[in-house]
């Protein structure tokens, strides 16, 4: 597991938080520190978790914030999530920003 390479991250240090977005996904979280620092420490290759943290990581996983592998992201772009709009009439679906790359 990786973090994405197309997270963003933009610390609000006035409201002690971090605007987290993935380029790719076009997911966007107002996340605490807290977070970006479980980010990194995925990003450095460790795996322990506590129960509140693996709910993070299922979280951001779904989100595409973290990938199983960064090659495969590279390889594999359709494999990320992305926004399901078959809920949407087809009418709706041309005025619904698709993230692209």
């Not at 709910?55 to 990938?67: P, Q, R």
Request: glycine share 2%; proline share 7%.
């Amino acid at each position: 597991m990786q973090p994405s390479m197309f997270n963003v991250q933009v610390p609000l240090a006035e409201r002690n938080e971090v605007y987290l977005m993935n380029t790719f996904s076009d997911a966007q979280l107002l996340v605490t520190p807290d977070v970006t620092d479980l980010i990194a420490r995925i990003g450095r290759g460790l795996h322990d978790f506590t129960l509140e943290e693996r709910e993070t990581v299922d979280a951001l996983t779904a989100n595409g914030f973290l990938v199983s592998s960064r090659e495969q992201e590279q390889q594999d772009p359709a494999a990320l999530p992305r926004e399901d709009l078959t809920h949407l009439e087809p009418r709706d679906r041309q005025h619904h920003r698709t993230p692209t790359r």
